[in-house]
């Protein structure tokens, strides 16, 4: 089951999802790639260009060039690497911009450190993958930019956002749907996760501190002692804020990347520390199943709304952080939660005919063709990174 489950990734991952990124988004009038295609594939060439969808498109590229060897994937990671460089690198004041408008032109030009840490993600994936130099340059660059602004010295922690030049900003939101809030579990995990991929390729004492802080953060002062979720909102001082809310996606990765991070680091003592809450989160995070596999996205325990919507993403976390749980604790349950999960993506959610995944279906059902098949936040990730870790961890 295992063999056959990698077997088909590996075909998803090129036939469907890096095929449509190559096919459908490459813009050969002004660099880089498209900002957006929507939900009933339509290509909108003069939406913005977000900082986070480059950044994973140049991650997404990078690694499946390391995984598979295909010479094609390793031009579209360089077609993003160079267009990060010569356009989202902000050559005044560091960091990158949060969004271009299509002709490359600086749009939203505040620093959302989730962004900064996405170019860090991407950006050292593609050295983990060449040995290229420039791009661990870059990365290196923006992983002391996160250390010189959004470490809070004070109570510890990462601020959300500054203005381009450092400045305090108003409203810190990473989207519309966020609460403002000065830290959040999203921006940490986002942080922790470049961190270690960066420690792959640039084992240095000051980034392996600041991987020792971040999982401490997350053990210390994310996790919710009683509930076993993690929190997601919190005032500087990590008062928790915004209510009582669960997100059982988050979760679920949180618990494989939390694992990861330990397990690059390589020490025992943090792992002894770690792998007892990798399986309490992950088990948390079963809350949000249903009977037919699939994950809800969030909850709201305050005003009992749940957000029914079956995130691609969430989906594709729950297949990672379930096989994770197999992988290392001997967990069969935790198999099959991934593989039911598998099936449910097949059945629900890969678009066979146009390529891609959908964003969701609705809690009756239906697909959601609203929102974007391709966008800002719709980007080659959560989906390629799930076949590249289930391909990789199955020998």
């Not at 001997?330 to 449910?344: I, V």
Request: net charge negative; glycine share 6%.
């Amino acid at each position: 089951m295992v063999s056959t489950m990698k077997t088909e990734m590996q075909d998803v991952l090129q036939k469907n999802i890096l095929r449509f990124w190559l096919d459908k988004m490459v813009d050969q009038e002004h660099g880089g790639f498209y900002g957006r295609i929507d939900g009933h594939e339509h290509l909108h060439a003069d939406a913005e260009k977000g900082a986070i969808l480059n950044a994973r498109i140049l991650w997404a590229f990078s690694a499946a060039y390391r995984v598979l060897g295909d010479k094609t994937y390793l031009e579209a990671a360089s077609r993003a690497k160079h267009y990060i460089i010569d356009y989202f690198i902000d050559p005044e004041y560091g960091g990158v911009y949060w969004s271009l408008d299509c002709n490359g032109k600086p749009l939203d030009t505040k620093k959302q450190f989730y962004a900064i840490g996405f170019a860090i993600y991407g950006m050292s994936e593609y050295a983990r993958a060449t040995g290229d130099a420039e791009a661990l340059k870059v990365a290196i660059d923006l992983y002391r930019c996160i250390e010189e602004h959004a470490l809070d010295h004070e109570y510890n922690g990462y601020i959300e956002a500054m203005t381009r030049d450092w400045q305090p900003i108003a409203d810190m939101r990473l989207s519309e749907l966020d609460a403002n809030y000065p830290k959040s579990q999203n921006t940490h995990l986002h942080i922790i996760e470049p961190y270690t991929n960066l420690y792959r390729v640039w084992k240095s004492d000051e980034l392996k501190a600041s991987l020792h802080n971040l999982i401490d953060i997350f053990t210390d002062r994310i996790l919710n002692p009683e509930t076993h979720h993690l929190d997601l909102f919190f005032d500087m001082d990590w008062k928790r804020g915004a209510g009582a809310l669960e997100s059982y996606g988050h979760d679920i990765e949180c618990s494989w990347l939390i694992h990861e991070a330990a397990l690059v680091l390589g020490d025992a003592e943090v792992l002894k520390k770690v792998e007892p809450i990798v399986e309490m989160v992950a088990k948390a995070s079963e809350k949000g199943l249903n009977a037919d596999g699939s994950m809800v996205h969030e909850a709201n325990l305050d005003t009992g709304y749940v957000d029914s919507d079956l995130h691609w993403w969430v989906q594709a976390e729950a297949v990672v952080g379930f096989f994770n749980i197999y992988q290392y604790f001997g967990d069969e349950s935790a198999l099959q939660k991934a593989q039911h999960c598998w099936t449910y993506i097949k059945e629900n959610l890969i678009d066979n005919e146009n390529g891609e995944w959908h964003w969701s279906r609705r809690k009756d059902g239906t697909l959601n063709l609203d929102d974007d098949k391709a966008g800002f936040w719709k980007c080659p990730y959560h989906n390629s990174r799930m076949c590249l870790e289930i391909i990789e961890r199955t020998v």
